[in-house]
């Protein structure tokens, strides 16, 4: 059974840079693709970006200009780093698997249990 | 940019099918995949590439999709059904889910 767990501060200062780990246990991370998806309280889902190695990154176009991917396989890890966050970045933080890249394959099938990221003022 | 339309809510009776639609230009061309939600949980996939089912997901749970709407019904609806619906295409290789369907048992 693959588990994924996020970790990282729950609070974060208003323009400083959010930085996020998951970390993946029970199957390597080479071979899948890796989500961070985020949820803004009361609201809908909203993907970040996705990442297979480290030249095979896809960044949401609204988000692409503060993010920042990277994928750790000794540690069977990937991080994300998202720079200049406000308000609107306070969200439950979710790190996801799927199978392949775009329509076919690209289902969400293992999720961590999300965590949430504070931004004050 | 492309649209997904979910209905904010839907109730069905106890033991009622429940159809929850996902309404997009054409997505019918479209892989549709869907997830359940419960109260502070992570979402969990019930349904993906339109109507194949997760081990784990009852046989309940089924899903179809055709022109302009991809649908989730489920049949002989339980109080644990209860949950937010999050319906997800790929499209110009970015992830969009719609908004989301809140789905009260009665």
């Known amino acids: 059974q693959v588990h994924l767990q996020e970790s990282g501060p729950g609070l974060v200062k208003a323009s400083e840079t959010l930085s996020l780990t998951c970390s993946v246990s029970?199957?390597?991370?080479?071979?899948?693709?890796w989500s961070w998806i985020r949820q803004s309280p009361g609201k809908g889902l909203e993907w970040i970006g996705c990442?297979?190695?480290?030249?095979?990154?896809t960044y949401n176009p609204s988000l692409k200009s503060r993010v920042i991917f990277s994928l750790d396989t000794s540690k069977n890890q990937f991080s994300l780093r998202l720079s200049s966050v406000t308000a609107a970045d306070t969200a439950v933080y979710y790190c996801?698997?799927?199978?392949?890249?775009?329509?076919?394959?690209?289902?969400?099938?293992?999720w961590g249990q999300g965590t949430l990221v504070t931004v004050s003022s | 940019s492309y649209d997904l339309t979910q209905p904010l809510a839907v109730s069905v009776a106890l033991g009622q099918t429940a159809r929850v639609t996902c309404g997009g230009n054409?997505?019918?061309?479209?892989?549709v995949h869907w997830y359940q939600q419960e109260p502070g949980q992570a979402p969990v996939l019930v349904m993906y590439?339109?109507?194949n089912r997760p081990s784990g997901i009852p046989e309940r749970f089924s899903g179809s999709n055709s022109g302009n709407t991809a649908t989730l019904t489920i049949s002989r609806a339980q109080a644990g059904d209860e949950a937010d619906y999050f319906c997800?295409?790929?499209?110009?290789?970015?992830?969009?889910f719609g908004g989301g369907t809140k789905l009260t048992v009665l």
């Open positions: 996801a698997r799927h199978p392949t890249y775009g329509d076919y394959g690209g289902y969400f099938d293992y």
């Open positions: 029970g199957r390597s991370i080479s071979g899948y693709y």
């Open positions: 990442i297979y190695n480290s030249e095979s990154i």
């Open positions: 054409n997505i019918g061309n479209k892989n």
């Open positions: 590439r339109d109507g």
């Open positions: 997800q295409v790929w499209d110009s290789s970015t992830v969009l």
